[in-house]
């Protein structure tokens, strides 16, 4: 296996090559640039660079003012902060007024795990995707991540990125594609489908391939983006697999699983399940050891697909 490449690396060093070129973007930080891996960013292009110390609320205001004056900011600091603490200032500030401003949370789900529930940021997909007018993405891997900053280059509208901390396994060779709104078919397959976002995509093909083993045809997604949300993804696999397991690094409540399961109820019912972090707090740990407690790495979705095919 090629060296893990943390999500977050491959998102500002994409970044950085495209303010080299364009001097309106400019990268926006709460005394995170550690945190966010902007050091070279800083001391390349220290005019295009803003610090504003641990203030979450401010660095949304700010961003959302340059963004009114024709600037491009991106917001980089970590994920349980902005999804929380500025969750107002993104509201009104960034969504309701419809400002061209890219929010890059990082080390979301449980990167902080052995920190606990207050570096946590398992309630962002369900917050952000109630807030109308602001795309949500969460990327599987560095290839992923690079594709889809160049294509929201491209948009003039508002997106919350969630990536993880450490470094992660490809899932793509190459370069990966990128649609907004668009799911990535990863494995063809007719007895089920396994639908993934962000860090839980390279265990649901792991797992897969498991269960290919075992004889049982596994179709998997590739769900980078929550909203929109490829609905026409969504109801094909009920229809043609006619069982779906939604894995995702979120709490239970109001995730992929909640979304995956409105439309299939709405448009072709089937049984779904959803496989996500209890709705408790959390034990503490790395996020390895928490993937493995809670079930979401290779092995604990392989046994929850096992069960699913039990069901009728």
């Given at each position: 296996?090629a ?30 640039r ?18 504003v110390?641990i ?19 991106y917001v980089?600091?970590?994920a ?10 993104i509201k ?7 400002q ?15 920190l606990g ?20 993405i ?6 992923q991540t ?17 990536a993880?901390?450490g470094?992660?396994?490809?899932v ?6 990128f ?17 993934a976002?962000?860090e ?12 290919e ?22 109801i ?6 006619g ?13 992929l699983g ?15 399940v959803?496989?996500a ?7 503490s740990?790395?996020s ?5 407690h809670?079930?979401l790495?290779q092995?604990?979705?392989y046994k929850a ?8």
């Open positions: 296996m060296d893990k490449i943390s999500c977050r690396e491959a998102f500002t060093k994409t970044l950085l090559d495209l303010a080299e070129n364009n001097q309106d973007i400019i990268a926006v930080t709460s005394d995170a550690g945190s966010c891996s902007l050091g070279a960013f800083a001391d390349a292009l220290p005019d295009q660079f803003v610090e110390g203030a979450e609320q401010n660095e949304i205001g700010i961003a959302a003012g340059l963004a009114s004056v024709g600037k491009r900011p980089c600091a970590p349980c902060f902005l999804s929380a603490r500025s969750l107002e200032q009104v500030d960034v969504a309701y007024s419809r061209n401003v890219k929010i890059f949370g990082v080390s979301g789900g449980v990167s902080y795990g052995a529930a207050s570096h946590h940021s398992l309630h962002d997909i369900a917050v952000f995707r109630s807030i109308p007018d602001i795309s949500v969460l990327p599987c891997d560095a290839s690079k594709a889809m900053l160049l294509a929201l280059e491209q948009t003039d509208a508002p997106a919350y990125i969630r993880g901390r470094g992660v396994p490809a793509y060779d190459g370069d990966a594609p649609t907004l709104g668009k799911a990535n078919l990863l494995r063809e397959g007719t007895d089920l489908t396994i639908i976002c962000g839980t995509v390279y265990h649901a093909q792991q797992a897969a391939a498991l269960l083993q075992d004889g049982v045809s596994v179709r998997v997604l590739d769900m980078h983006t929550l909203k929109p949300l490829d609905e026409e993804a969504v094909a696999a009920a229809k043609e697999t069982r779906i397991l939604t894995v995702e690094e979120h709490n239970v409540n109001g995730g909640a979304s995956v399961a409105q439309i299939a109820a709405a448009n072709h019912p089937i049984r779904v959803c496989l972090f209890p709705d408790e707090t959390l034990v740990g790395t390895e050891e928490l993937f493995a809670y079930g790495n092995a604990g979705i697909a096992k069960h699913l095919l039990t069901l009728q």
